[in-house]
């Protein structure tokens, strides 16, 4: 049974920063690409941020580049993804997700294409 389970949200202050854990656990990862999403109250849920588990290649959705950071610890088969220079428009529940890829390079995920999700974790930026 696949599990994505996040964790690592809260409360900051603008400006601030977190680090969000996504640990991955049920197969083999390797042939995954691993993405994060968020969605905020009355929004759709967005693409943040993408992973290739093999290469490691990267890949952000313009908002966020510069202050985001996808990795992945294969040993611990965990995702992670650090926020810096949060703002209040990053508030929002993130969510990790994968799906099955032959690429090595990263790109942007529809969120119709993720196979497998977490629960979601509550990210809070006050002003």
């Known amino acids: 049974q696949v599990q994505l389970v996040e964790s690592g949200g809260g409360l900051v202050q603008a400006g601030g920063s977190l680090r969000l854990s996504c640990g991955a656990s049920g197969r083999t990862f390797s042939s995954y690409a691993m993405a994060w999403f968020r969605q905020a109250p009355g929004k759709e849920r967005e693409f943040v941020a993408a992973i290739n588990w093999s290469s490691g290649s990267t890949y952000y959705v313009d908002s966020v580049k510069g202050r985001f950071t996808v990795s992945r610890d294969n040993a611990k088969n965990t995702v992670y993804l650090q926020m810096n220079s949060l703002k209040p428009e990053d508030t929002a529940v993130y969510y990790c997700?994968?799906?099955?890829?032959?690429?090595?390079?990263?790109?942007?995920?529809?969120?119709?294409?993720?196979?497998?999700w977490g629960q979601g974790t509550q990210v809070t930026v006050s002003s």
């Open positions: 997700a994968a799906k099955w890829t032959y690429r090595t390079t990263a790109q942007a995920m529809g969120v119709h294409e993720a196979t497998y």
